[in-house]
């Protein structure tokens, strides 16, 4: 079983349709969730950093929130710039352990 | 403020050859990590260099190995190619001790031949 996994592989939306990505772990001692958004070809965008159940963030038309075992992204009245992979990370162990693992991305197309 | 550079953008290479990629972190970062992205995949961890040490590494075999600088610049050496080492390399740079945040360069996309 794979530590994250992230639903729906892919994601259609018409310009305005709200909706949410999801993302789900297994490790334990969680040290952080971090959700990243990746444009074709470039190095992933830091978005927010979420580090106890319950916890909410937000960012433009993006929120992000955490229970114990997963993460959503919701994303309210997406615009066509919108359009990307959003990739969920997590970081647990030791507080030497730097180490990212990542989820294979969710991709997000937003139609005008 | 300058954020993480990486250097190539990209590089062409063939079988068994050997490559070096650099990055510089984000002004202020003492810490540089160094992922693999295969195409329509997350990225995988290679390893972490702080105090110009590798403190953590992934699984990768060893004809990975990297480097840290006084100047917390780092280097990812590659030896004897293979056509699976075809990726978007990312380096990324964080603070350790605080909310070890990291922070993604551009990437350098190696293709193998």
């Known amino acids: 079983e794979d530590p994250v996994t992230q639903s729906p592989e892919a994601l259609r939306l018409q310009e305005g349709e709200s909706s949410s990505l999801n993302c789900s772990y297994t490790?334990?001692?969680?040290?952080?969730l971090f959700w990243y958004r990746q444009d074709p070809g470039k190095g992933p965008e830091f978005l927010f950093t979420?580090?106890?159940a319950g916890e909410e963030k937000e960012k433009e038309r993006l929120k992000a929130t955490l229970t114990k075992k997963e993460s959503f992204l919701h994303i309210t009245a997406p615009k066509p710039e919108d359009s990307a992979t959003y990739l969920c990370?997590?970081?647990?162990?030791?507080?030497?352990?730097?180490?990212?693992?990542f989820g294979q991305g969710t991709t997000l197309q937003v139609k005008p | 403020d300058a954020g993480v550079t990486q250097s190539p953008t990209h590089l062409i290479k063939t079988r068994g050859q050997q490559v070096t990629l650099r990055c510089s972190p984000k002004?202020?970062?003492?810490?540089v990590s160094w992922y693999q992205q295969a195409l329509g995949q997350g990225p995988q961890f290679i390893f972490q260099?702080?105090?110009?040490?590798?403190?953590q590494r992934g699984n990768f075999p060893d004809r990975f190995s990297g480097h840290q600088f006084p100047n917390y610049s780092s280097e990812l050496n590659v030896n004897a190619l293979l056509l699976g080492d075809s990726a978007l390399y990312l380096c990324?740079?964080?603070?350790?001790?605080?909310?070890?945040?990291?922070?993604f360069g551009p990437g350098t996309r190696l293709t193998v031949l």
């Open positions: 990324a740079s964080s603070l350790t001790g605080f909310t070890d945040t990291q922070y």
């Open positions: 490790v334990s001692g969680l040290r952080g």
């Open positions: 979420l580090y106890s």
């Open positions: 990370a997590v970081r647990h162990g030791s507080s030497n352990t730097g180490k990212l693992i």
């Open positions: 002004s202020g970062h003492d810490t």
């Open positions: 260099y702080y105090e110009e040490e590798e403190r």
